[in-house]
């Protein structure tokens, strides 16, 4: 069994910053592409940023030079560094980690429990 537990959402003011994390446990044999996307009120869920296993990103041009994903292979953990943060960021932020959990076995998503981050103008 996989769990994926995010930490680090809150309340800011604009221009602050947070920083989330994802980190996942269980029975993993390996972790390929981590992600974050996030879903405002009436909105559908958006990729926010993607990271492989070798650490190759990309970005929402909406938050390209704001935001920051890196990962610890090691800890099987995510983050997602936000500085600059504006209201239009605030959202449920998921976290998303495609799991083997064993050699033979194939590859599926895992989602976090989601995180709300608030943006105050």
């Known amino acids: 069994q996989v769990q994926l537990v995010e930490s680090g959402g809150g309340l800011v003011q604009a221009g602050g910053s947070l920083r989330l994390s994802c980190a996942a446990s269980g029975s993993i044999f390996s972790a390929s592409d981590m992600d974050w996307y996030r879903q405002a009120p009436g909105k559908q869920r958006d990729l926010v940023a993607t990271i492989t296993r070798g650490g190759s990103t990309n970005y929402a041009d909406s938050v390209k030079g704001r935001f920051t994903i890196s990962r610890d292979n090691g800890k099987n953990t995510v983050y997602l560094q936000m500085n600059s943060l504006k209201p239009e960021d605030t959202a449920v932020y998921y976290c998303?980690?495609?799991?083997?959990?064993?050699?033979?076995?194939?590859?599926?998503?895992?989602w976090g429990q989601g995180t709300q981050v608030t943006v105050s103008s």
């Open positions: 998303n980690v495609k799991l083997r959990t064993s050699y033979a076995g194939s590859e599926y998503d895992y």
